[in-house]
């Protein structure tokens, strides 16, 4: 899936259940049936064509929650450390038709997830848009030449996928035809404040110092940025749906640095008109916006029309269920820690958060990516447990 790092419809009515949603986590025990071998069973066969995952967001009845993970596809697992040996920049492995639509199958081929989201990564848009930037092993994210004034961002260029990342397009077509609507095809794309913090940073950062200069001293030069590359990701969304995208998360990885205040003007605005946008093309096209580090956001983020909002793990899932009301789906959001611990603990924790879900409108999944050096056997376990599970 996505390598995002250090971080990644009109409006669906809740019909899935007739009980009053307080009730839900106070009364509902998922049923665990799974087997105790090493993979993962089929799932069973359904009258409906469209993936579980999609009748869960649209708030129809499903029998369990759909299940997919932040990073399925990733280092963790020996089949992409093979391919890493070959290919060893993350950009040639990201970038090649061939390679994403490898590396994106390996989870599917292996635990079946109810979500196959595109290997790709959030900076990918950047040289299409006149921003070199490389990807480097230990180091992260590079950008070759940080933005800080106004002329920079005169020289940045609106985005066309078509001709910038057509290999994002043709792995798309070819994963909905590998996966064969037995799960969806999941695309992605970096928010607009999120992608400005990387290339105002340099890279990764720890303090968001450069950014915060930039929007404190000279807001009209940050905005004039964030306004490209909204336009640019809502381009991006809509490119990956017309290639097979079933549903888009957006990553507003770094949004979270903002304080409420600071996040409604540099943040928000930028979020509702990709949604916007995206919605008058695509009505029927579920989005989901993850941004790590929300509790303290998470009505602001159900503000922007999106379809799911995918909580961390430092959110408790009934507290987000009642914050975000019964209109907008959940997803996650079990700690990727957890991953470490047995299998016992993992099963208890799985339970723990379907249970406070409640049934139905929710997207089982991690709070956060897959970490480095998780227990390959662990994410296994995951899937059984979760794919056993019945309301």
Known sequence: MSSIHNSPLPCFSASSSSFPRRNRCASFKPRIHCSLGGTVAEPKATTSAEPLLLNAVRGEDVE?????????AGRYMKSYQIICEKYPSFRQRSENTDLVVEISLQ??????????????????????????????????????????????VDQVREFVPEENVPYVGEALTILRKEVDNKAAVLGFVGAPFTLASYVVEGGSSKHFSKIKRLAFSQPKVLHALLQKFTSSMARYVQYQADNGAQAVQIFDSWATELSPVDFEEFSLPYLKQIVESVKKTHPNLPLILY?????????????????????????????????????VAVQGNVDPGVLFGSKEFITQRINDTVKKAGKGKHILNLGHGIVVGTPEENVAHFFEVAKGIRY
């Open 64 to 72: 369990r929650p759909p299940v997919w993970l932040m990073r399925q």
């Open 107 to 152: 989870p599917w081929n292996v635990f079946k997830p109810d979500g196959v989201i595109l290997f790709s990564d959030i900076l990918t848009p950047l040289s299409g848009m006149n921003i070199p930037f490389d990807i480097v092993k230990g180091k992260g994210p590079i950008i070759a030449n940080p933005i800080s004034e106004a002329a920079q």
């Open 291 to 327: 941004a790590s580090g929300s509790g303290g956001l998470l009505e602001r983020l159900a503000s922007t029309g999106v379809d799911v909002v995918s909580l961390d793990w430092t959110v408790d899932m009934a507290e987000g269920r009642r914050r975000l009301g019964a209109d």
